[in-house]
């Protein structure tokens, strides 16, 4: 029996955040572009400039300060449990349900920025039942 990748579970990380949904719902609210970019999203990290010590009272040595990015990888907590909050997306007269790990503000933030490239308006409602948006590609917050 083969597999159906678009019923796939799949969490897409963004700046604050993860989304986690059936491919195809992602691909059907979002598209394929932001799926790859969650996918293949990076983390900035920076070093400040310090002194390492490899043994009590021995010789310091001095690190400078770096800055790199790492492969953002997509978690979530509770063990085998899905991490985050239950969100009904609104595209095309139908709801859709995600889980969202992170804050409103991010993702009204990832929303606002129109990395998606569906070309649809998305509205959404938190747990709580609190509306967000109209959202779209072509709206800026």
């Known amino acids: 029996m083969a597999q159906d990748l678009l019923a796939s579970r799949v969490t897409v990380s963004f700046n604050g955040g993860s989304l986690t949904a059936k491919r195809g719902v992602l691909r059907a609210v979002f598209g394929d572009q932001f799926i790859k970019d969650g996918l293949t999203a990076e983390t900035q990290i920076s070093r400040r400039a310090h002194q390492r010590r490899?043994?009590?009272?021995?010789?310091?040595?001095?690190?400078?300060?770096?800055?790199?990015?790492?492969?953002?990888?997509?978690?979530?907590?509770?063990?085998?449990?899905?991490?985050?909050?239950a969100i009904r997306v609104l595209v095309d007269g139908k709801w859709w349900t995600m889980r969202l790990s992170g804050s409103h503000k991010a993702f009204n933030a990832l929303l606002g920025s129109g990395l998606f490239e569906s070309g649809k308006v998305v509205f959404?409602?938190?747990?709580?039942?609190?509306?967000?948006?109209?959202?779209?590609?072509?709206?800026?917050?």
Do not use: C, D, H, N
Request: proline fraction near 8%; avoid cysteine.
């Open 54 to 85: 490899r043994k009590i009272g021995g010789p310091t040595t001095s690190v400078s300060a770096a800055s790199y990015s790492i492969p953002a990888m997509s978690t979530s907590s509770g063990g085998s449990t899905l991490g985050g909050e």
């Open 124 to 141: 959404w409602r938190a747990e709580s039942g609190r509306p967000y948006g109209p959202f779209s590609a072509q709206t800026e917050i």
